[in-house]
Nanobody, 114 residues
Framework: QVELVESGGGLVQAGGSLRLACAAS????????MGWFRQVPGKQRELVAL???????TYPDSVKGRFTISRDNAKNTLYLQMNTLKPEDTAVYYC????????WGQGTQVTVSS
């Protein structure tokens, strides 16, 4: 069974930082590309960061230089360090396991106040 559980969301002031974590259920974690997405009501879920099995990250321009994705294969855990947060970063953040597992976590709310 593939299970992803996010944690670390919360309320932070603009300019602050948060670190999200995503705990995966098994050793399959190390052989799968993983990523973080976010979604606000009425909009499509958008990619925030992904990391390959070779630890190569990719970011969209909206978060590049502020967010850092990392993984700890020994702990089956994915992280997202978010710095210099902006109100427009407010969203529910989800972690995702790429195919063949193609699984999503339940999401964690991040709210950035101005």
């Amino acid at each position: 069974q593939v299970e992803l559980v996010e944690s670390g969301g919360g309320l932070v002031q603009a300019g602050g930082s948060l670190r999200l974590a995503c705990a995966a259920s098994g050793s399959w974690f190390s052989i799968i590309t993983m990523g973080w997405f976010r979604q606000v009501p009425g909009k499509q879920r958008e990619l925030v960061a992904l990391i390959t099995t070779g630890d190569i990250p990719t970011y969209p321009d909206s978060v590049k230089g502020r967010f850092t994705i990392s993984r700890d294969n020994a702990k089956n855990t994915l992280y997202l360090q978010m710095n210099t947060l902006k109100p427009e970063d407010t969203a529910v953040y989800y972690c995702k396991a790429w195919p063949p597992y193609n699984a999503w976590g339940q999401g964690t709310q991040v709210t950035v106040s101005s």
